[in-house]
């Protein structure tokens, strides 16, 4: 019973913003939504999160719709080590629960 | 980088031998969590503490087994490879603030095992 849906694949051009989209059309009031990265055999990556207003820190910005059922995580200026795949969870508390995701490619 | 060291990064062993991995912090956090990673399955909760000798079962944990004896250190056992459990395994810790639960939880780089 996923809770969100990822594309599952994207390309990049180096130095243009990545706009990486999840739908998570069921959630709950409480729930926050957390985006986390992994690039190839290293762990997990937290980027960002947000519960209702859109968040940015030196990594990335979130935008989340006013309705909460999706959101996009934007990296303003993509890099060859932005490659990686890309985490949408969507989560209250306890353990996270990570998808497929979406494999990001930044392109030179 | 969130002060985690998992080790060994690298494990061989063969079924039927105990195998221990460690997970060792810097942060003073609360909370410390073990997955495991599988192509297909995404990462998978094993075991959390939320203190010193407070731990709990997450969605795999049958074959292993945990222990936190001090704030810095969560040790994952198992105590009778199988096959089964050749995994990567990762540790992570988080906070936890009364007034704000929702605190990200930041992963080490894994300890790959692999059970003949």
């Known amino acids: 019973d996923a809770k969100t849906t990822q594309p599952t694949s994207m390309d990049c051009a180096e130095g243009r913003a990545a706009n990486l989209p999840c739908n998570h059309s069921?959630?709950?009031?409480?729930?926050?939504v957390y985006w986390y990265r992994q690039i190839h055999s290293q762990g997990p990556q937290y980027i960002i999160h947000g519960l209702k207003n859109n968040e940015t820190n030196e990594m990335a910005s979130l935008i989340i719709t006013e309705d909460r059922k999706s959101s996009t995580l934007i990296l303003p200026h993509a890099t060859l080590r932005d490659t990686a795949v890309y985490y949408c969870?969507?989560?209250?508390?306890?353990?996270?629960?990570f998808g497929a995701g979406t494999r990001l490619t930044v392109k030179p | 980088d969130a002060g985690i060291t998992q080790s060994p990064r690298h494990k061989v062993t063969e079924t039927g031998t105990p195998v221990t991995l460690r997970c060792h912090q810097t942060?003073?956090?609360?909370?410390m969590y073990w997955y495991r990673q599988d192509p297909g399955h995404g990462l998978r909760l094993i075991h959390y503490?939320?203190?010193?000798?407070?731990?709990d079962k997450g969605e795999v944990s049958d074959g292993y087994s945990v222990s936190r004896s001090k704030t810095e250190d969560f040790l994952l056992t198992l105590e009778s490879a199988t096959s089964s459990q050749t995994s990567v395994y990762f540790c992570?810790?988080?906070?936890?603030?009364?007034?704000?639960?929702?605190?990200?939880?930041?992963f080490g780089d894994g300890t790959r095992l692999s059970i003949l």
């Open positions: 942060e003073n956090h609360r909370y």
């Open positions: 503490s939320y203190g010193v000798k407070d731990t």
């Open positions: 069921t959630i709950s009031g409480n729930e926050y």
């Open positions: 969870i969507v989560r209250v508390e306890g353990d996270m629960r």
């Open positions: 992570a810790i988080s906070t936890y603030l009364t007034r704000d639960k929702n605190q990200p939880q930041h």
